[in-house]
């Protein structure tokens, strides 16, 4: 039962994904019928957001269908899919007018295996010069490229290659260790080739099918049903197959945590620094305190990811302190934590106070403690907290920030890479709001230079990100995926722009984002209107809004309407179109609060910001 509960969101009550896993058995695809109807019962599931995926496979995956919809819906999706004729890819991928992109899809996967790919090199090829092998090898790639860039031509859709699985490949794999350009090679070519593609090309994601594969073993193939019916995935390992989706998936259901939240004694090192003393603690490169620096690696890379680590351990803060100071040899430095309380607080109420710090939600942190009685009084103190689930080991514990999908995104922008030096300067910011004389005196002395301009390739990775990721302040909280925004981008009317903020202290990229799109030849609407809380108090919104308004105006329209929709975490935006000078509208029965104002709208940037309008 504990596969099937780890496949459901960990923001569901246990008593709900324990009932929902007893209902399936894994190792049949009607157990994920099953599933998927108790989902169904059990959450707004006609309310919840619809992902539309196709999928293209050169090899048949009937069974695997309900595994891929069961895994969507696990992330909170309402899972529509699409499935294209068996080994026709391009026209599959490529008919603009097709069934396949028709539905409009916000991503398509494909599923290959090199057999398909390149049938002779793969029946005839060991017959064949080294040379011949290669070449033939080099046109798959070329064919693979080709494919990418034109389906980027026909769909604004995310285009999800899998890799290729080694384990399918026919082949004596001991004579083809030793030759030139084998099936091995080719493998390993194709593979390290479509990293790089993926790498390149911003509209494509992969998943690791052959890594799938690798470990499942034995367990993950079916030969006999492989050669009866081109079917090679096991049906014992539908359960692992849904999980490996859910993996993949997630990042189109909600954005990845933001913060790992760090205990220290038998966690970053191993021992109890207040018992044992700073010479007996266990950590370096030799066993037992190996496995705390890879545990401490996991999180230096998860820091490089962009994820802020604050450290929440019960301990005397001086001899915290000294013991970073003399264990000289440890990866991580007290400076790589945004913030730390080592005190004898509770954890709850400390990690309460670390997200008042940092200004962010309790639900974008993850926690981590060796203690059973610290996880467990944190997730009843602050459920919104996602406990990472760890058997206390320090094994356990790395092999749970291994695994753990809560940081997954498919993409790391220079917003990401940058946030821990962002917040860095956000307490210098501070440091000089309480030295100003005046509010008004503070915002001239920061030298603020907004730039606004249109959303282009190089920034719709970031704009995604803010749709999904913003909550606070965010007017109508809509969540349009890459497809959706490019489908606005095709409009030439509509505005979609970004607002980037610099200071004194440094630039802080992409913060804000404004959406409009066309209501009528002279109407346009507020689709959406975002704000980074790093931003805010600053009247980077108010510079924002003046050039949207310019813009549509300069379009042809006069008249702009806007809305605010309440949610349980946008109150601090409640009264922006008041602010911004727009007349309320009469109610539509819902508690949408509805504004409008005629255009040219000449709305003042504050006199304190520096404006570069592209």
């Known amino acids: 039962m504990n596969g099937w509960i780890e496949l459901l969101p960990t923001r569901w009550s246990w008593e709900d994904r324990s009932s929902i896993a007893t209902t399936v058995n894994p190792g049949t695809a009607g157990a994920f019928a099953a599933g998927l109807r108790a989902i169904a019962a059990r959450v707004d599931y006609a309310s919840a957001r619809t992902l539309t995926l196709g999928v293209v496979s050169t090899f048949t995956i009937a069974p ?24 026709v890819i391009e026209p599959n991928l490529l008919d603009p007018h097709g069934p396949m992109h028709s539905a409009k899809p916000d991503a398509i996967l494909l599923l290959w295996r090199l057999e398909e790919l390149a049938p002779a090199f793969v029946e005839s090829g060991a017959v064949w010069t080294a040379q011949q092998r290669r070449d033939t090898i080099i046109a798959v790639e070329e064919r693979i490229r080709d494919l990418v860039r034109s389906f980027s031509k026909a769909s604004p859709a995310t285009l999800i290659l899998s890799t290729l699985p080694a384990c399918l490949a026919p082949g004596g794999a001991q004579a083809d260790l030793h ?176 997200a008042d710090e940092l200004e962010l939600g309790l639900d974008s942190f993850v926690f981590v403690d060796d203690q059973p009685f610290e996880r467990a009084a944190v997730a009843a103190g602050v459920p919104e907290v996602r406990v990472l689930p760890t058997d206390g080991t320090p094994l ?17 922008t220079s917003s990401d890479l940058g946030r821990a030096q962002d917040y860095k300067q956000r307490r210098e910011r501070k440091d000089l709001e309480r030295s100003a004389s005046s509010r008004y005196d503070f915002l001239r002395s920061l030298s603020l230079k907004a730039r606004v301009a249109p959303v282009d390739n190089g920034s719709l990775g970031r704009a995604v990100q803010m749709l999904a990721k913003t909550n606070q302040f965010n007017v109508t909280t809509r969540r349009h995926g890459e497809a959706d925004l490019k489908r606005i981008l095709e409009d030439g009317r509509a ?98 609060k509805r504004y409008a104002t005629a255009l040219p709208y000449a709305f003042a940037k504050p006199d304190w910001i520096e404006m570069e309008d592209v």
């Open 179 to 354: 030759r030139a350009s084998g099936i091995g090679w080719a493998l390993a070519y194709l593979n390290a080739a479509l990293r790089d593609i993926a790498a390149e090309f911003d509209h494509v994601r992969l998943f690791d099918l052959d890594g799938f594969f690798a470990a499942e073993g034995a367990s993950g193939y079916d030969p006999r049903f492989d050669l009866f019916a081109l079917q090679p995935i096991a049906g014992r390992a539908l359960g692992s197959f849904a999980r490996a989706m859910r993996r993949l998936l997630g990042p189109f259901a909600a954005p990845p945590a933001k913060v790992l939240a760090l205990d220290l004694d038998n966690t970053l090192w191993g021992g109890v620094l207040g018992e044992d003393g700073i010479g007996s603690l266990a950590i370096g490169h030799d066993f037992p305190g190996s496995i705390f620096r890879k545990i401490q690696l996991e999180a230096l890379a998860l820091r490089a990811r962009g994820v802020l680590l604050v450290l929440v351990s019960k301990n005397e803060e001086a001899n915290v302190r000294e013991a970073f100071a003399n264990l000289t040899d440890m990866p991580l430095k007290l400076s790589d934590f945004a913030a730390m309380r080592v005190d004898w607080n509770p954890k709850p109420d400390n990690l309460r106070a670390i």
């Open 396 to 412: 356990g514990t790395l092999a749970a920030l291994r695994e753990a999908p809560h940081f997954d995104q498919h993409r790391t």
């Open 64 to 87: 695997q269908r309900t595994a891929i919809e069961f895994a969507l819906a696990a992330t909170g999706l309402r899972p529509r899919m699409l499935y294209g004729d068996r080994d």
């Open 495 to 592: 505005q979609l722009l970004s607002l980037s903020l610099a200071d004194r202290f440094g630039d802080q990229g992409i913060v804000g984002l404004a959406i409009a799109v066309p209501d009528d030849e002279n109407s346009a609407n507020v689709d959406s209107f975002l704000m980074s809380c790093r931003a805010l108090g600053r009247g980077a919104e108010e510079a924002l809004w003046a050039s949207l308004c310019r813009r549509l105006a300069a379009n042809g329209f006069s008249r702009l309407r806007a809305e605010y929709r309440p949610t349980e975490k946008n109150a601090q935006c409640a009264d922006l179109f008041d602010r911004l000078g727009l007349l309320p509208l009469p109610g539509d029965g819902t508690t949408a």
